[in-house]
């Protein structure tokens, strides 16, 4: 065991390694029914004979330090781990179709990973983000089942990350196309920054069409962006081949979830995770104060240990563990409920009122309405949230952005005492439009004492195509956060966020290929009789005491 191995599992605060002595098998020839043959890597405990097998299929190289570090962790702890490269990424053979290829390519590995003599037939599958996703591509579709699954800040399927509201989202999905683009080309995998190529990539973010925007940003066409732009209309049925969540009901292996609250998700993540509880399946869930980040990834690989280790040796089960965990943001607090969302969260209606005011009770009588005015060609811009680019990430400071004349904002009292909110937030918005082609975002903010407003949770939607006044319904991120005595609620209401989601560009022509722009104006009503609001999670008086974990 190397020096690098035992600073590795102590910085993730692992038990001792059980078998430090491993060895890797490199090269493993893995035949799919096409002819297409995958590349694999296997690790174990020196000298062991047959063994489950740990499945873990990546688009970013078996050979990337990520990579080996999952594998070698659990090989340390007496298991055996195979690292696949997917299809036509490094390795491995055939063109890399991202999400299309993942099920029948898994269920093929899986056939030939049996029918080794290495191998007692046992199989599991661990992984975060794409790699969670090829678990999903195999845990429905596969008999006999996976004796567990490890799933990381990933979702049986990624459409509604895609297009959250029906809205492209921009920021992510050029930055992951650019790295899956870039990556067998980077300096280390990409793991060194170049800021040459970053800032190539933010200009890209304004370039129309966005279909051609990849070629702004790393100089060539990636298969994906193209793909991700071009079927982004409503009624486009080309993702349906993707998506597993129809499939969870048919999973009988025990799941353990690790997710964070600025994952981005972390929504669908969650919709997988209360439909396995209702259907009786044995499944739990960690939400970390993380994005779609290398802390998530650390909590995971600490998930993983205990949770393989139960399921394939014969250790012991995680008996302390209710099947929800989640942290408190602002109030350093772990909790544990029994479900999601919590029975203990009530919602609870906060309405926009005349005047730019929030309030718990409805407001008056009488007509009452604001009005903005969104410029495509000048589109209001957004920071933090949940974000793959870390550095832009999470909260961070809104009052830039609430000056501007195409956002309204909202702003209620000091509060007189704590507020916890977890769960889902709502909003449900009366608006009328003089285009019928816009988007509708709202961000709730938690302004401190200083004035200094920080985005909490957010959402957008894209609205139906009509120039009426219609009512709108707006999925926020889930959130766990406390906002503390003495601290303000602020909502924001706009056009669109740029450019974490592409610009609605008033014209109604496809997302993909726009270049026209046409402004559009806003009316958003907020009186008793079209009652604009969010409806949010508050944690009631008599929920579990906060524990530290």
């Known amino acids: ?291 779609h980040d290398l802390d998530a990834i650390r909590a995971l690989l600490i998930d993983q240990v205990s949770w393989l280790s139960a399921h394939l040796l014969d250790g012991p089960t995680p008996t302390n563990r209710s099947p929800v965990r989640l942290y408190l943001q602002r109030a350093g607090r772990w909790l544990d409920f029994d479900r999601w969302p919590p029975a203990q969260s009530t919602p609870t209606s906060l309405y926009l009122l005349p005047h730019r005011g929030l309030g718990w009770e409805s407001p008056p009588d009488g007509s009452a309405s604001a009005t903005f005015t969104y410029d495509p060609a000048h589109p209001t811009r957004s920071s933090g949230g949940p974000l793959l680019d870390v550095r832009q990430s999470k909260q961070r400071d809104n009052r830039q952005t609430e000056l501007r004349s195409d956002v309204l904002v909202y702003t209620g009292q000091p509060l007189p005492r704590d507020l916890d909110l977890v769960g889902p937030v709502t909003a449900t918005v009366y608006v009328r439009t003089d285009t019928g082609h816009a988007d509708l975002f709202v961000r709730l903010c938690d302004v401190d004492l200083a004035g200094v407003s920080r985005n909490v949770t957010d959402g957008i939607v894209r609205l139906p195509s009509e120039t009426g006044e219609v009512k709108v319904e707006v999925e926020l991120h889930p959130t766990g956060y406390r906002f503390k005595l003495g601290h303000r609620l602020r909502v924001q209401v706009a056009g669109g966020a740029f450019p974490r989601f592409a610009r609605n560009h008033g014209t109604g022509e496809p997302v993909g290929r726009a270049v026209r722009t046409r402004t559009t104006r806003f009316e958003v009503f907020q009186d008793a009789g079209r009652p604009s609001m969010l409806t949010l999670p508050v944690l009631d008086d008599d929920a579990p005491t906060p524990d530290n974990h």
């Open 1 to 291: 065991m190397s020096v690098l191995s035992r600073l590795f599992d102590r910085f993730l605060g692992l038990p001792k390694a059980t078998t430090p002595a491993i060895e890797v098998t490199r090269g493993l020839d893995v035949p799919m029914p096409d002819g297409v043959v995958l590349s694999a890597d296997r690790y174990r405990p020196r000298g062991a004979g047959p063994l489950p097998v740990v499945l873990v299929r990546t688009p970013y190289g078996k050979h990337q330090l990520l990579s080996k570090g999952i594998a070698g962790v659990l090989a340390r702890r007496g298991m055996q781990v195979v690292v696949q490269d997917t299809r036509g990424t490094f390795g491995s053979g055939g063109r890399f179709s991202a999400f299309h290829q993942e099920r029948d390519d898994g269920l093929a590995t899986a056939a030939w990973l049996r029918e080794q003599p290495w191998c007692d037939g046992k199989l599991a599958m661990t992984g975060a983000s794409y790699l969670g996703y090829t678990q999903w591509a195999v845990g429905p579709y596969l008999d006999p089942p996976l004796e567990a699954m490890c799933l990381g800040i990933t979702a049986s399927e990624f459409t509604t990350s895609f297009y959250p509201g029906g809205v492209l989202a921009l920021h992510n999905m050029l930055t992951w196309a650019a790295l899956i683009g870039t990556q067998e080309e980077a300096r280390l995998g990409g793991l060194l920054p170049d800021p040459r190529r970053q800032r190539r990539l933010r200009r890209a973010m304004a370039h129309v069409p966005i279909s051609t925007s990849d070629v702004a940003a790393i100089g060539k066409e990636v298969p994906f962006l193209r793909e991700v732009t071009g079927h982004a209309e409503p009624g486009d049925d080309f993702w349906s081949g993707t998506e597993h969540n129809s499939a969870l009901a048919k999973l009988s292996t025990p799941t353990s979830m690790v997710t964070g609250w600025w994952d981005l998700f972390l929504p669908a993540q969650l919709r997988d995770f209360a439909a396995l509880r209702e259907a009786g399946r044995h499944s739990r869930i960690v939400i970390g104060p993380w994005g």
